[in-house]
């Protein structure tokens, strides 16, 4: 899966430069030592030996020094050419560097408007209230149909459950259709405490004790235009999901021991496979939503950090020097190496426990 969502990323990149004539000398999937190779004109094509990664080198691109070592070879010194990536307009190199993001996003919208097509919606209706719990003290009665959650809409039953995780504690109005009449209750879900089969902790989320049923629910079956509107809205609600999540991370109030590496991904995959076509499209489009949103970050290194280094040279109008590129190239290597340490470690404690 992560190989494959790294291809479609790395095409992203690799088409725009060759769009603008950018001499792209070497496409790789992985990082260090050549494992098999061919090449085709003036790129090489090459499957490495360490599957964290992938790169489109482009010649002319500063920075590209940093990383030589993980690509297994070093530079050879040459010529500027009306080619190199630091020699094109800044709307073709902020062209090429968004391309990969979009490709990422792009898939996530496929793969979840075919889920959406497959599958439909089932229209929230509640089948059941647990005594004692907010749904029924608020007066949540079975057979309510459950439109909005905190301001959100809620088309289906995991939009009512993606709604209410985060949000233990927190009071939050709960709009449901009742003989068509719409009602609204002010409840505040339980934190209630609940495996994470990904972190292999126990984490604890808000509910507020409603039972759904497939077969109380009304199935609502989306033609084209539907479900790919549903793959734009499932792909932007899981960028924002994201993002709200490294943001806890960075901030401090989630611990990186949350945070999973290949081999969380790996098994995973081999999960949502056994389930069917169907969820193992969702959990692509999700995997993809999260490498664009990671390589969003303004690390440089990442396409993220391209793009700041981008935008600067618009608002003053010349580039950042190329000394601070490669000196902020570096922290950066370094700050997503780490990153990948403690992947790689809670991976591993997640096996070992």
Do not use: C
């Not at 003036?42 to 489109?56: I, N």
């Not at 209630?192 to 009304?218: C, T």
């Not at 280094?309 to 490669?326: H, K, M, P, Q, Y």
């Amino acid at each position: 899966v992560l190989a494959a969502l790294i291809l479609v990323h790395e095409l992203g990149h690799f088409w725009a430069a060759k769009a603008v004539d950018i001499e792209v000398s070497r496409f790789s999937i992985g990082f260090g030592p050549k494992l098999w190779g061919f090449t085709r004109g003036e790129t090489e094509y090459v499957l490495s030996a360490v599957p964290l990664g992938g790169y489109v080198k482009m010649e002319g691109m500063v920075g590209e020094e940093v990383v030589e070592p993980l690509e297994g070879k070093s530079s050879v010194p040459r010529p500027p050419s009306p080619r190199d990536f630091d020699q094109k307009p800044l709307w073709a190199r902020f062209i090429v560097i968004i391309a990969g993001v979009v490709m990422n996003f792009a898939f996530a919208v496929v793969a979840f408007s075919i889920v959406a097509g497959s599958t439909g919606i089932d229209v929230p209706v509640v089948e059941g209230v647990t005594s004692g719990m907010p749904a029924a003290e608020a007066g949540l009665q079975a057979g309510d149909v459950i439109v909005e959650v905190a301001g959100h809409e809620a088309r289906d039953f995991s939009d009512v459950t993606r709604n209410l995780q985060g949000r233990a504690g927190e009071p939050l109005d709960v709009v449901v259709e009742r003989n068509n009449e719409r009602l609204t209750f002010i409840l505040t879900p339980a934190a209630v405490k609940q495996f994470d089969s990904l972190s292999g902790d126990s984490v604890v989320v808000g509910q507020i004790g409603v039972a759904f049923s497939a077969a109380v629910s009304g199935h609502r079956n989306l033609g084209f235009v539907a479900a790919v509107g549903e793959g734009f809205r499932q792909t932007g609600y899981w960028a924002a999901e994201i993002g709200r999540f490294l943001g806890r991370i960075f901030s401090g109030r989630n611990s990186a021991s949350e945070l999973g590496g290949p081999i969380a991904i790996g098994q995973l995959s081999g999960q949502f496979a056994r389930a069917g076509l169907i969820p193992f499209l969702a959990f692509m489009g999700i995997i993809s939503v999260n490498l664009a949103v990671l390589n969003l970050l303004p690390i440089p290194v990442l396409d993220g950090g391209h793009l700041v280094f981008l935008t600067v040279e618009g608002l003053r109008g010349r580039a950042v020097s190329v000394e601070n590129r490669i000196r902020l190239t570096q922290v950066g290597m370094l700050l997503v190496l780490g990153l990948m340490v403690v992947a790689f470690a809670n991976d591993i404690m997640r096996l070992v426990n």
